[in-house]
C-alpha cells in the first residue's frame, strides 16, 4: 500500500501536464496530489485530464465549512472519480460524518477520506497563541486524529513525526499520509516539521506527499525515483 503522491502545485493545467509528461516513460503512473492552486486554476477537467492519462489522484481541498455545505461539496466531489480526498478534522466530527456521506456514491463505493489534523507548516508556539490550543502538537493531532477515526474516516493527513503516535492510537490500519517530506540536507521552505522519505517509512507513514523536492528538482524523474526507494522498495 506504502506510495510516494506528487503534489502538483502548478498554477496552471499546462504547466501540471507539461511537468506530468516527464512521467510517461516510468512503468506505474505516479500518485498525483492536485491542491486548491490547480483545482481552482483549472477547475474539475484538470482532473478528469490527469485521471485519463492513468494517474491515482488525492484531491486536496480541504473542505471545511458547516457540514451541510460539506456535505453537498463531497457529493459533487463523488462524481470525479478521485482515489482520495480530505476535510479538515477542526471541522468537527459532524461535518466529517457529513462529508463522508456526501462522498459515498449511491453503490457504496466512495474514494478514502482524510482528515487534516494540523497544517505541518505550523509550530506548537503558533497552534498555542494563534490558535489557543493549550495541548501540545502530539495530543493534538492524535486526538483530531482519534476524533476522525470516530467519525469513519480512513485516515489523516499529519507530520511524519506524528505517525506513530496517531498509529498507536487508532490502530494500524489507520492510515498516516504525510507531507512535510525533504531529503537530507535540503531546505525546509515553509514547512516546519519535516523529516526524510526514508524516516517516514520507519515510523509508519502510508502514504508521503511531495512537493517542492521533486516539482522543483532539477531532474523530477530521478527525484521522484529516490523518493520510492527511500519510501517504498
Ligand atoms: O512542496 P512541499 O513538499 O512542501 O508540498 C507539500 C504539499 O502538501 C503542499 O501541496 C501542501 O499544500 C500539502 N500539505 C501540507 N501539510 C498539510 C497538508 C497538506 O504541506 N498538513
Redesign the pocket.
Given at each position: 500500500m506504502r506510495d510516494v503522491i506528487i503534489?502538483c502545485?502548478f498554477a496552471g493545467a499546462e504547466q501540471a501536464l507539461e511537468f506530468l509528461d516527464k512521467f510517461k516513460d516510468c512503468p506505474q503512473k505516479p500518485f498525483v496530489?492536485i491542491?486548491m492552486e490547480l483545482y481552482y486554476a483549472a477547475g474539475p477537467q484538470i482532473v478528469r485530464d490527469i485521471k485519463a492519462r492513468g494517474h491515482k489522484i488525492f484531491l486536496?481541498l480541504?473542505m471545511h465549512d458547516i457540514p451541510n455545505t460539506v456535505k453537498k461539496t463531497a457529493r459533487v466531489l463523488s462524481n470525479l472519480e478521485v482515489d482520495m480526498t480530505n476535510v479538515h478534522a477542526a471541522g468537527t466530527i459532524e461535518m466529517m460524518r457529513a462529508a463522508l456521506e456526501g462522498l459515498t456514491r449511491p453503490d457504496g463505493t466512495r474514494p478514502l477520506l482524510i482528515a487534516?489534523?494540523?497544517?505541518?507548516?505550523t509550530s506548537e508556539e503558533r497552534m498555542q497563541k494563534d490558535l489557543l490550543i493549550n495541548a501540545s502538537m502530539e495530543e493534538t493531532t492524535a486526538h483530531y486524529a482519534a476524533n476522525a477515526r470516530e467519525a469513519g474516516l480512513d485516515g489523516v493527513?499529519?507530520?511524519p513525526l506524528e505517525a506513530a503516535a496517531i498509529k498507536r492510537r487508532c490502530g494500524a490500519d489507520f492510515l498516516t499520509v504525510t507531507?512535510?517530506?525533504?531529503f537530507a540536507g535540503a531546505a525546509a521552505?515553509?514547512?516546519v516539521r519535516i523529516t526524510t522519505p526514508a524516516r517516514a517509512r520507519e515510523i509508519g507513514s502510508d502514504f508521503i506527499?511531495?512537493?517542492?523536492?521533486i516539482?522543483a528538482a532539477e531532474d523530477p524523474v530521478a527525484a521522484y525515483q529516490k523518493c520510492l526507494e527511500e519510501f517504498v522498495y
Open positions: 503534489a502545485d496530489k491542491g486536496d480541504k487534516v489534523t494540523q497544517l505541518t507548516s493527513v499529519c507530520s507531507p512535510g517530506i525533504r521552505d515553509d514547512q506527499v511531495v512537493g517542492r523536492p516539482t
